[in-house]
């Protein structure tokens, strides 16, 4: 999300994806305080890619009457400690830590926007895993419900974990999951992207767009479940691939595309690092590119996330996982 968004071959993929089954699907991850290293298959239809059950890295399960934040970060403040004033997209909210921005409740986690005074005071929150989990390759899940409305923009994405090829979007970014574009009905589309390039002003993104074309009963004012299934490449030559998914529906797949940084020796990079998990929500400012400069209404705008999973595929013996 940290952009400003002005809006494949197929050939291979199956070659593709049948080597990607000798890869190692697990990198790097540290242990979540819910961690089930036993095989789990996730709620909806995304097959792993080895043919053998999902092992789960990673869980919040913030139904469960004893789940809590820890671990987790939250932000504060506009973005201007990094030099981000407005989280570098001219965004109107200020993030909190307040109980009414962000609160475990009616089973599940919520981000809550305030909008007051016509827009001139907006608080929201936005919470980070980057000390606590991070991983490259897998399936990362989320069912959430997300809010509707002109301007208000949720996002559940991943950022490196470290920064191994630069600041962004040189070293990637994946979004699983937003929505709020201009020009689209608030609860009936979101979109998956991801952001590659030599420097901010050199943005190599693609995106793609599923709404209820694709489902006419989909609503994202609904729990739904939201999944990114990432694959490394069969080689250091050949790009890893990304596809996105709907409630198990399948409706983008990206292999390649994206800028490989100087120095990478992998065609994946710079999807070849742990990346670890953001979900915020974030609220248009009049110059938000993203959210066509429209503020929304005076009033409460929430999403809600019931869970957050993160799995692998099996390694062979001969596979070993990564050390942070």
Do not use: C
């Amino acid at each position: 999300m940290i952009r400003q968004i002005v809006s494949m071959s197929n050939r291979h993929r199956a070659a593709r994806e049948l080597a990607s089954l000798t890869f190692l699907l697990l990198a790097a991850a540290t242990i979540s305080y819910t961690a089930d290293s036993s095989a789990a298959e996730p709620p909806a239809a995304v097959p792993s890619p080895t043919g053998q059950p999902w092992v789960q890295t990673f869980s919040a399960d913030f139904t469960l009457p004893t789940a809590s934040l820890e671990g987790w970060t939250i932000e504060h403040g506009t973005g201007s400690q990094y030099g981000l004033a407005g989280w570098g997209n001219n965004e109107a909210e200020t993030y909190t830590d307040d109980p009414a921005n962000l609160n475990i409740s009616g089973g599940a986690l919520n981000l809550v926007a305030l909008v007051k005074n016509g827009g001139k005071d907006v608080t929201s929150a936005r919470i980070h895993s980057q000390k606590l989990f991070s991983q490259a390759y897998g399936l990362f899940q989320f069912t959430a419900k997300l809010p509707a409305g002109k301007g208000v923009w949720p996002g559940l994405w991943l950022m490196p974990a470290k920064n191994a090829y630069g600041g962004w979007p040189t070293s990637g970014e994946i979004d699983v999951v937003e929505s709020g574009a201009a020009n689209s009905v608030p609860n009936q589309q979101v979109q998956g992207t991801f952001h590659s390039g030599k420097n901010y002003k050199q943005d190599q993104y693609q995106t793609a767009f599923f709404n209820t074309t694709n489902d006419p009963n989909f609503n994202t004012t609904n729990f739904n479940t939201y999944d990114l299934l990432w694959l490394p490449g069969p080689d250091a030559n050949t790009p890893g691939t990304l596809k996105w998914y709907v409630n198990g529906h399948l409706y983008e797949t990206r292999s390649g595309g994206w800028f490989k940084p100087a120095g990478a020796e992998n065609a994946t990079a710079p999807f070849d690092q742990p990346f670890h998990i953001i979900m915020n929500l974030a609220v248009g400012g009049p110059h938000t590119p993203y959210t066509g400069g429209q503020l929304p209404a005076d009033g409460t705008y929430t999403m809600q996330i019931s869970h957050v999973q993160v799995f692998a595929a099996p390694r062979t013996e001969k596979q070993q996982p990564e050390k942070n």
